[in-house]
């Protein structure tokens, strides 16, 4: 009777083994999962001196974000912060001299390829300096708020500013250096809130102190090589 009832003893010792493995299996392969953590990168970009580059901060994660707040640092006599475009974020270009900030929350959280922001920076240093663009995430959680500061990787960028910018004429909105129907879309998506022209500033074509929608008719007139009738003073659109 003993020998018959050690066997079945046995079998079920094996079999919690085999449950304990199998557990340990599982738990190993979600250590790696976590392992392959959050990548937040910023990118290295070029601009000539006086121009506006985009860099964009982007990132992957396999596991849902819920929550998220990153810092933006950079030399600000070297570069000027524009604007900043995000889907997924509130973003702040002047939470202080040399600081942009991201915050965000979502309940069903963020994985995948992730755009955090593309951020329109005005190059204003010197030709041949190097704007280092240092990301520091600051918090950043799943969508149960567990914290997931240990899995985040950091790659910082740089915006090179290699030249000097040709000249900016009066009507470039989306600074291309060029006039065209892109910047009279420029104008009216930024005074639509749609998104923000890199160079609003010099849409006021017909002189009159303020940009609006006259400023992208005036500036599709041109293009058209129709008549504009410009107060004096005003530069004409090329």
Do not use: Y
Not at 164 to 176: F, I, K, V
Not at 187 to 216: P, R, T, Y
Request: proline share 4%; aromatic share 2%; net charge negative.
């Amino acid at each position: 009777m003993r020998t018959e009832t050690a066997r079945p003893l046995a079998t079920l010792m094996l079999r919690a083994v085999a449950v304990l493995i199998a557990g340990l299996v599982v738990l190993l392969g979600a250590r790696d999962v976590l392992a392959a953590g959050v990548t937040v990168s910023a990118e290295d970009v070029s601009v000539a001196s006086g121009g506006a580059v985009g860099l964009t901060l982007s990132g992957h994660s396999e596991q849902a974000i819920g929550a998220f707040g990153i810092d933006i640092l950079f030399d600000e006599a070297l570069v000027t912060p524009h604007s900043c475009q995000t889907a997924i974020a509130i973003c702040n270009t002047g939470a202080q001299p040399g600081l942009l900030r991201l915050n965000s929350v979502s309940l069903l959280g963020f994985s995948g390829d992730i755009t955090f922001a593309t951020i329109i920076f005005e190059a204003i240093g010197p030709a041949g300096s190097t704007a280092l663009i240092d990301v520091d995430v600051t918090a950043i959680s799943d969508t149960v708020g567990a914290d997931m500061m240990e899995q985040v990787s950091v790659t910082d960028g740089s915006v090179m500013i290699d030249g000097l910018a040709p000249p900016t004429p009066p009507g470039d909105a989306n600074c291309d250096s060029t006039i065209s129907a892109a910047d009279s879309l420029a104008v009216i998506s930024d005074l639509a809130g749609a998104s923000e022209a890199a160079c609003f500033g010099i849409a006021d074509v017909n002189c009159d102190g303020k940009v609006n929608a006259a400023d992208a008719l005036t500036i599709l007139r041109s293009i058209g090589g129709l008549s504009l009738d410009l107060p004096a003073g005003c530069t004409a659109i090329d």
